[in-house]
């Protein structure tokens, strides 16, 4: 028999809810509590769950095998770099970070320890649920839109932390090569980007968080045809000989990318998997690529 895994959960917000309600459904995993700065929604949030309201991480570490960070992104590094130290694999939402650096760092941990270091970039699910990361021809080009409606959170960064490094790692699954050029203009707010890789391809990317409507949209074009979504009406057009799952939302995996992304987790601490659906390097490299737009739009 498997042993049952211990999980916590750092941070009581949204995405902490999320993840502390997948690990509580999740076979061969127990929810062993949630951490938070915030005591009064720590405390609710546990409640919820019935599980420990912990006041202090080193506590939640010693009672827990893996550990979720889902607190704000520029905490996340700190936490991360704290339970991977304890000696736990981590799952961090995305951003994986905020600064090259402490990506590295994290990095280096898990490689040191053994552990297993997973972000939350949760597109490739969805990706791969569709079909787009087994197509043999490498694009020509991506148009990616991403607008939200205004929100309070995620405030602590800016729009390409918060939205568009999603399709920013879209990117980058599509492709081995690197960026040599990065352009963009814009705020923290609302912001256009283009990324020309070594290869030839150019991915442009639309960000807003400001938006009077959600808008969601991508177009990829291949040698053999294009393939054009629009995320919120469901429109999907495909002019390539590729099979893609038109009904992509209705697989198991497109109705909760979240919980494919954790198993997949889950199966890398057990040695079922070889790795994370995303992992540290490629979350880093995502960043990367994120860093340099805001430094292109010069903030």
């Not at 969805?126 to 991506?142: C, N, R, T, Y």
């Not at 602590?156 to 090569?177: C, E, G, K, N, P």
């Not at 150019?202 to 995320?231: C, H, K, W």
Request: charged content about 20%.
């Amino acid at each position: 028999m498997e042993k049952v895994l211990k999980a916590g959960v750092v941070g009581s917000g949204v995405f902490g809810g999320y993840h502390a309600k997948k690990y509580a459904e999740m076979d061969g995993v127990q929810l062993a509590g949630i951490y938070d700065v915030h005591p009064e929604r720590c405390f609710a949030m546990a409640e919820q769950h019935g599980v420990e309201a912990w006041g202090d991480l080193d506590d939640l570490l010693a009672a827990c095998d893996i550990v979720t960070i889902a607190s704000p992104a520029t905490t996340h590094a700190a936490a991360a770099l704290a339970c991977l130290k304890a000696g736990r694999s981590v799952y961090v939402e995305k951003p994986l970070a905020t600064t090259l650096e402490d990506a590295d760092a994290l990095i280096a941990a898990a490689t040191k320890g053994g552990l297993v270091l997973a972000c939350g970039h949760q597109e490739r699910v969805v990706s791969q649920a569709m079909g787009l990361l087994d197509i043999p021809e490498k694009p020509l080009l991506l148009e990616a839109v991403r607008k939200g409606t205004p929100s309070i959170r995620s405030k602590d960064v800016s729009v390409v932390l918060d939205l568009m490094i999603h399709d920013i790692d879209l990117a980058l699954s599509l492709t081995d090569a690197e960026p040599l050029a990065v352009e963009a203009e814009g705020d923290g707010n609302d912001i256009r980007a283009e990324a020309i890789f070594g290869d030839g391809f150019t991915a442009i990317f639309t960000a807003a968080r400001n938006a009077q409507a959600r808008e969601r949209t991508m177009r990829i074009v291949y040698p053999s045809g294009v393939l054009e979504i629009d995320f919120v009406t469901r429109a999907f057009k495909n002019s390539t000989p590729f099979p893609l799952n038109e009904a992509f939302t209705e697989t198991p995996a497109g109705k909760d990318p979240l919980g494919t992304s954790v198993a997949g987790f889950v199966a890398a601490v057990r040695g079922l998997s070889p790795r994370p659906v995303v992992t540290g390097q490629e979350a880093a490299r995502a960043l990367d690529l994120a860093l340099a737009v805001e430094q292109a739009a010069g903030f």
